[in-house]
């Protein structure tokens, strides 16, 4: 397996909002801190992590795109066709998703889902099962739903939720559905994985985010698109040593090859950023089939003329099928 790579933690973008780091496990940050470690960017091709690397193994047939239907009027949420998307936005929330199998490829190995959890605090997931080897669409569907069964007895059981009890809630949760697909691996003799990007929303005030892998989250203010997640790949961190430079990344032939992953080992290195949302916030989370086929400049654009979230979501798979559709695309879009 390729082995982490660690990095020093990333200094405030210009004109970031408050950047609160610190290395020690349950620190604050404010749309950028890695608790350890950070890396790399991927993209176009399968998700490859030496070593560990699901395909699909039942050869089913290709996902139809799956997109988020009108809110349920009970706010039910219902599982959706395909393994690649669980949910739905339902009524009051400003949510998009979408997900889409792409151009290439036969099967979608992508899943999303998002959940209020209770009347203040909702959860929003995207998790790309690494195609290569072995059932990678069972390891992000494993992640995703532990995620939220994990995410949700947790939150029920405290009473504080202040900064550090949620940014604690979101790491064991995140942690609970590592153990789940390396649990899932070893009974069914599989090298499975999957990316894994999270965000716990309270009260309209704070995200939590997590991720592993190169599913990214991105951060909207007026207008402007900032990442706030750090890809785990190979190219990011050559990207990071200064040897390779943001373009040449997103073409480089090992693109593909992550360097941490959900379900490569029983205690994974989780990043956690805590955002200090205001209104008229965004908050995009998406699979690197959507990134690596549209710039951040066209993103914005994109974002900028589609108010709507649902709206913004189908543009935004649209266009990345039109640029070459190489992989699965799976996106959350939140309107704060």
């Known amino acids: 397996m390729a082995t982490t790579k660690k990095q020093e933690t990333p200094t405030k973008p210009e004109g970031a909002d408050p950047v609160d780091v610190d290395d020690s496990a349950d620190a604050e940050a404010t749309v950028g801190d890695s608790d350890d470690t950070a890396a790399p960017a991927d993209d176009g091709d399968e998700d490859t992590l030496v070593l560990q690397e699901p395909m699909n193994p039942d050869a089913a047939l290709a996902a139809p795109t799956v997109e988020a239907p009108a809110p349920f009027p009970d706010d039910s949420l219902d599982a959706m066709p395909g393994g690649s998307g669980l949910g739905a936005p339902g009524k009051g929330f400003g949510v998009g998703g979408l997900t889409d199998v792409g151009r290439v490829r036969e099967l979608n190995e992508d899943n999303w889902h998002w959940e209020p959890l209770n009347g203040d605090t909702a959860l929003y997931a995207v998790a790309d099962g690494m195609g290569g080897h072995d059932r990678g669409e069972v390891a992000s569907q494993v992640a995703v739903e532990t995620l939220f069964d994990s995410a949700r007895l947790r939150l029920e059981a405290i009473s504080e939720r202040d900064v550090p009890t949620l940014r604690k809630l979101l790491r064991e949760a995140m942690q609970t559905a590592n153990r789940a697909v390396v649990t899932m691996g070893e009974q069914q003799d599989s090298n499975m994985g999957t990316t894994l990007c999270s965000a716990l929303v309270h009260k309209d005030a704070d995200a939590y985010i997590a991720n592993v892998g190169d599913s990214r989250v991105y951060l909207v203010r007026k207008g402007e698109l900032q990442q706030v997640s750090q890809d785990h790949s190979l190219v990011a961190y050559l990207v990071q040593l200064g040897e390779l430079t943001e373009e040449e990344a997103r073409n480089h032939p090992s693109g593909n090859i992550l360097v941490r992953s959900i379900g490569s080992v029983p205690e994974v290195e989780i990043d ?65």
């Open 272 to 336: 956690l950023f805590h955002v200090a949302v205001e209104k008229g916030d965004r908050i995009l989370l998406c699979s690197d089939g959507l990134w690596g086929e549209i710039t951040d400049h066209d993103m914005e654009s994109i974002l900028a003329a589609n108010p709507n979230p649902q709206d913004a979501c189908r543009v935004l798979v649209d266009t990345a099928n039109a640029n070459g559709g190489r992989d699965n695309s799976t996106l959350v879009l939140i309107n704060i």
